[in-house]
């Protein structure tokens, strides 16, 4: 027997709760995985408390992401004791994910834990911190440099946002971050951000041109925020898009893109290749602080997923929520 958040639905009423469940219940999949900890994103939030169509089949165990020991394994590229992340895949949507002891997976999904880095780091890192990274990836490659100028940071203190500041201050850029919560300051600075931008002079709507301010960006909002961004990129500049926090609109127009050769570069981070993926994981291991988790984690048990997924859908959280599954 073991512990897994399952969501089910009746009377088109979604409920959730931690039952006890056999690895017989679980999905077919060619490795099975000891979970050690998840972690909880935006898009979980969502789906635990049903506020957004994340699910669309019941039961189902969410959790977008995961990190655990191989138990059994028909793929040759995975053994038993081989330590194992696994983040997106439509793995706590479609298919059942990661806020349970036991996860049954496809080994396509699965990369090996970067070596140096612990389950629990992994777990910091997760989704969000995937997602950042490769927001600066694509920021590196769009040819914004340190001394290009400030990168402006949406969403910052959210879990995304918190480690896409942590990462391009820990690469030398100058980081605006932008919050609607002015009482992150003193976080968002120790994270290394050099200028705080309230959320209302951001969310104001914006000319098709407004005077230039940012070399580049890592929005995870959308909607006015993101048009008022790239009407104040600078020319030349790369924004990177990977979040809806406040919707999936973008009121923008063209004239930045045809006059200012602005870049605008979407991120994706579920259906992101292998090669990929790997490549940005190593750069986290080798970019992120030892000592991050003292500012950026917050460390629950599976009985408080359901808490939790209403705080962060209410942008109440803070930094990263990482689920300890083995508690
Ligand atoms: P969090 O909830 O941790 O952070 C979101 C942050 O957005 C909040 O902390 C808040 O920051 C800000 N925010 C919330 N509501 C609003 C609003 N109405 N208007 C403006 N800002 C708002 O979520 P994550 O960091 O996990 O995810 C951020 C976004 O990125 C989500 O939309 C998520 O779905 C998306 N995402 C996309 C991925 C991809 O592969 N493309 C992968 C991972 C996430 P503050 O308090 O500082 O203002």
Redesign the pocket.
């Known amino acids: 027997m073991f512990k897994a958040l399952l969501l089910e639905e009746a009377d088109g009423k979604q409920s959730a709760s931690v039952k006890n469940l056999t690895t017989a219940d679980l999905p077919e999949g060619e490795v099975l995985v000891k979970v050690q900890y998840s972690s909880l994103?935006?898009?979980d939030?969502l789906a635990v408390t049903g506020l957004g169509k994340i699910i669309r089949s019941f039961p189902m165990v969410p959790g977008i992401d995961l990190v655990g020991t191989v138990e059994e394994s028909s793929d040759s590229r995975y053994q038993p004791g081989m330590a194992v992340v696994l983040t997106?895949w439509g793995v706590g949507e479609q298919y059942w994910g990661g806020f349970s002891q036991y996860a049954r997976l496809k080994a396509d999904w699965l990369v090996p834990l970067p070596e140096g880095m612990t389950a629990v780091r992994s777990m910091e890192v997760g989704?969000?911190g995937l997602?950042a990274m490769l927001c600066v990836l694509a920021l590196e490659e769009g040819g914004v440099k340190p001394e290009s100028g400030p990168v402006v940071v949406?969403?910052?203190?959210?879990?995304?946002?918190s480690i896409a500041v942590l990462l391009l201050a820990r690469l030398g850029y100058q980081v605006a971050a932008?919050?609607?919560?002015p009482e992150?300051a003193d976080y968002l600075k120790k994270l290394g951000a050099t200028e705080i931008v309230t959320?209302e002079s951001m969310?104001e709507p914006s000319r098709p041109l407004e005077k230039q301010r940012w070399a580049g960006a890592v929005d995870?909002?959308g909607?006015t925020?993101l048009a008022r961004i790239i009407a104040e990129t600078n020319y030349g500049g790369t924004v990177t898009a990977?979040?809806?926090?406040?919707s999936f609109k973008l009121p923008a127009t063209v004239m930045p893109f045809i006059l200012r050769n602005v870049r605008l570069q979407g991120?994706?981070?579920?259906s992101c290749p292998y090669e990929r993926r790997c490549q940005a994981w190593q750069r986290l291991q080798a970019l992120l602080p030892e000592d991050m988790a003292a500012d950026v984690t917050n460390l629950i048990g599976l009985e408080q997923v359901p808490d939790y997924a209403q705080r962060?859908?209410q942008?109440q959280?803070r930094g990263r929520v990482v689920v300890d599954l083995q508690r």
């Not at 932008?178 to 919560?181: A, D, E, F, N, W």
């Not at 990977?242 to 406040?246: Q, R, T, V």
């Not at 991120?267 to 579920?270: I, K």
């Open positions: 994103n935006y898009k939030g997106g989704t969000a997602t949406s969403g910052a203190a959210g879990g995304v946002g932008i919050t609607g919560r992150t959320r969310a995870t909002v909607d925020i990977c979040g809806l926090a406040a991120v994706d981070s579920v962060i859908v942008g959280v």
